[in-house]
DNA sequence: TTGTAGGCGTTATCAT
DNA sequence: ATGATAACGCCTACAA
């Protein structure tokens, strides 16, 4: 492979001026520049990144560790991320990391986020410091080198409640995915916190599992009705995809929503006010979250200190899917 | 940050035996690993992969290049490309480069796959070589060190067309996304040859621009509609979501699927077969196409030569968003 | 304006 | 079984 010191001896300077020409510097004589650049083109030059970061002893890459590329596979989140850091003059990668782990342990970024449960805590402490911050945003962990950007699930999930109960709703289910989700079970626990202040009870039976894709709403909602007699009048689900399957499998069984059964999703993604009918939800501004999360971690890089970090807002968002034609009349 | 040096020091041994532990090696005598073990931990120790990786002079990771996070985002792909690239004991990186295409110029990765469009071929020319293998998703090049894994594109379409033409449509429309898409505008190109081969004509005018979601495909067809006095007797998408979308839009305008209309996707993507009415499809084997591109960079990182790469296969699933009552009932 | 040389953190060869 | 030491490719004072 072809170093800088190839090109120097081709174009007949020294190492240090090639270094010089190719970082762009003035000092160097425009003749000097020319025969450097015409050498490192003609030899197909490429600079070496680990070298030059091993010196400067920082890579200017982000890292955002995620658990798998199935699954709810945050584009808008990404974005938010992708285009602070870019802004920045960074570059990000993306790893589903394995059980090693080996991008984080041995410095290849800077800085990381991480949305990954299969990383534990533990790791993450050993990791933190001054030197290499880090953004979590599925967990809740103290430590002064890790911030946290958690989305207000609890908070959305109340608003969702409160909607039903003022329409009259009395038995209400709930629909998530799996228990390493941390948004999924934090709006679970924002579900059972807020039927109690409602003073409903939270029933097990009317809880269901899925996996936050829409075939899996559909599916796990089709048994669900085939295997109970009654059902509640009302479920919230933890994501929207979820929601749209569940709401087929109910109209496939010959029963209407929002009359037999309403619902609520989680998101507003894209899809859900061209659904039918138009899903009610809670909107969540993802791309904000990614914003959010990557000039968090550019602040503790710049070591700025006692900054604030703001909630990501959320808004509820009544459509048709719980709406009856009165409701939506008058309200 | 804390080096092998330190811990050497701290271990009171050299930094020669600290790296031989931190390896693993087997010549080191047990209290004197158990001493440099003890010491590393105590310092928090990282190994410095930018060192590590310039003295071995590769990093053992693989780039794919994405033109985005949002739109299509090829879950099973990645998934493909992740399992085999993991169990080949590397790390694959997923980057979204900008312009200045960082990552691929400074050799953070021992070989890429493209799928992005921004990149140019002239770029991949001059970056491609014996030590640094590419794989395209994308494009067709020509270049030794350069392989491309493309999907049948055309005969996907082939299969359809040809379904649809023995249902006896005559005028059959396409949905397609931006021409920046090869595989949008391969399954276009499939499209056109096949209508001729059946001695149908293509028309500009029944040809609908979204941009490969499921919202642009309800939008467009919306448009389509309401702007169109005719319309062709049957459709077909460059992929599933946006035959989704149209679908609903013709839904919402009165007309019957697939009756007034029939469709027929691209992708087979698991919801297909719960959407109402079941859409008719491509099956292509997206996880396989990852494995595929992903063994076919490490054939070439290990220099084998005069491989055969085989074709990702499709297999046409008819549904009944193109099949009426009776047909389905004979075939 | 250009060249010399030291060092970034590792690995690995060669001694001991 | 362990230690010295020379690379790996690049950047950057400092010299010239």
Request: proline residues 4%.
């Amino acid at each position: 492979m072809t170093t800088l010191k190839d090109v120097a001896r081709k174009a007949k300077v020294s190492l240090a001026t090639a270094s010089y020409v190719i970082n762009g510097s003035d000092l160097i004589s425009q003749p000097t520049k020319d025969k450097v650049l015409f050498a490192a083109k003609e030899l197909g030059y490429r600079p070496n990144g680990n070298a030059k970061n091993l010196k400067k002893n920082k890579n200017e890459i982000i890292g955002l560790f995620l658990s798998g590329f199935t699954g709810p596979f945050f584009g808008e989140l990404l974005e938010g991320i992708q285009d602070t850091v870019i802004e920045k003059g960074y570059e990000m990668v993306v790893c589903a990391s394995d059980d090693k782990h080996r991008l984080l342990m041995e410095r290849y970024v800077d800085g990381a986020i991480i949305l990954n449960y299969h990383i534990k805590d533990e790791l993450l402490n050993y990791l933190a410091s001054d030197k290499f911050p880090i953004v979590v945003l599925d967990r809740e962990i103290e430590n002064p080198f890790i911030k946290q950007i958690t989305l207000p699930n609890s908070l959305g999930v109340e608003h969702s409640v409160n909607h039903l109960v003022e329409l009259g709703h009395k038995r209400i289910g709930f629909i998530t995915g799996s228990e390493e989700s941390y948004d999924g079970e934090m709006r679970l626990k924002g579900f059972k916190k807020t039927l109690s202040q409602r003073g409903l009870i939270y029933r097990e039976i009317d809880l269901i599992r899925a996996d936050f894709t829409e075939t899996s709403g559909l599916l796990s909602m089709k048994t669900y009705l085939d295997e109970h007699e009654e059902y509640p009048t009302a479920f919230i689900s933890a994501n929207d995809e979820m929601a749209m399957g569940a709401i087929k499998a109910v109209q496939q069984k010959g029963l209407q929503v929002p009359d037999d059964i309403a619902f609520v999703g989680y998101d507003d993604i894209d899809l859900s006010k061209h659904f039918h009918p138009p899903l009610s939800t809670v909107r969540v501004q993802k791309k904000l979250w990614g914003i959010t999360a990557a000039e968090t971690l550019f602040k503790m890089l710049d070591k700025e200190t006692g900054f604030e970090v703001e909630d990501i807002p959320i808004e509820f968002i009544p459509r048709s899917s719980s709406l009856k034609g009165g409701e939506r009349d008058s309200g």
